[in-house]
């Protein structure tokens, strides 16, 4: 009997979600696993969220729920962290996976339906847990060191001078809120910093608290 497959692809962040950067790849790896073996590829879902945040993962819950419906056998990802980051929720995958007789497998051969792999499994995930913890101590001290060292952190204004100007005219000069300064730049077609057709007062308050620093340190 031909085994039934819905597809689960994740990406971390709206970017890559927007211009497709990882997504299309892993589409395609699924494609190609599935075929190779004769397995039935019914649809695959995706999301657009951090993988230690199984709460926000209803992509993947969709196709769960499908499976567990008994639309199809198994949940098939590129890599296991494409399904979680965290070590409590896979260990709580595996185990729905085996008390609803359903399999989660990914393209580097992991297969919750074969118990020899649960222990080579549970190794990956916790040694991808180890890299991850590793990383973010790495990056936790380079930030500290620059910041000992007087650099500047964070992205760059990226408003344009002269715009940024006039944004503090319309504060000091026509006495007008954020909020209203706000509306006036929507209102006359003025692009954000980003591109956008909505400006909004935080945006607004970030150009004139940036500009008020200046002042002072001038």
Not at 84 to 108: G, K, P, V, Y
Request: with cysteine; net charge positive.
């Amino acid at each position: 009997m031909t085994l039934r497959v819905i597809g689960y692809i994740r990406v971390s962040t709206k970017d890559q979600g927007k211009n497709g950067y990882g997504l299309g790849a892993q589409h395609d790896s699924l494609r190609q696993f599935c075929e190779a073996r004769g397995y039935e590829l019914l649809t695959v879902t995706s999301d657009v969220v951090s993988g230690g945040d199984s709460t926000r993962m209803y992509g993947r819950e969709v196709a769960i729920v499908a499976i567990e419906m008994g639309v199809a056998d198994a949940l098939l990802v590129r890599a296991l962290d494409r399904a979680t980051r965290s070590q409590l929720d896979h260990a709580s995958l595996f185990e729905r996976a085996q008390r609803h007789a359903w399999r989660l497998m990914d393209c580097d051969g992991a297969d919750s339906g074969d118990p020899a792999q649960r222990l080579t499994a549970d190794v990956r995930n916790a040694v991808a847990a180890e890299e991850r913890r590793k990383i973010s101590e790495r990056t936790r001290e380079g930030l500290a060191k620059a910041r000992k060292a007087g650099k500047r952190l964070g992205r760059p204004p990226q408003v344009d001078p002269a715009l940024a100007k006039r944004i503090v005219r319309m504060s000091t000069r026509d006495g007008l809120s954020p909020n209203k300064i706000a509306q006036r730049l929507t209102e006359r077609g003025v692009p954000t910093p980003g591109g956008g057709a909505k400006w909004y007062p935080t945006t607004v308050s970030d150009v004139l608290k940036r500009a008020n620093k200046k002042g002072a340190a001038a």
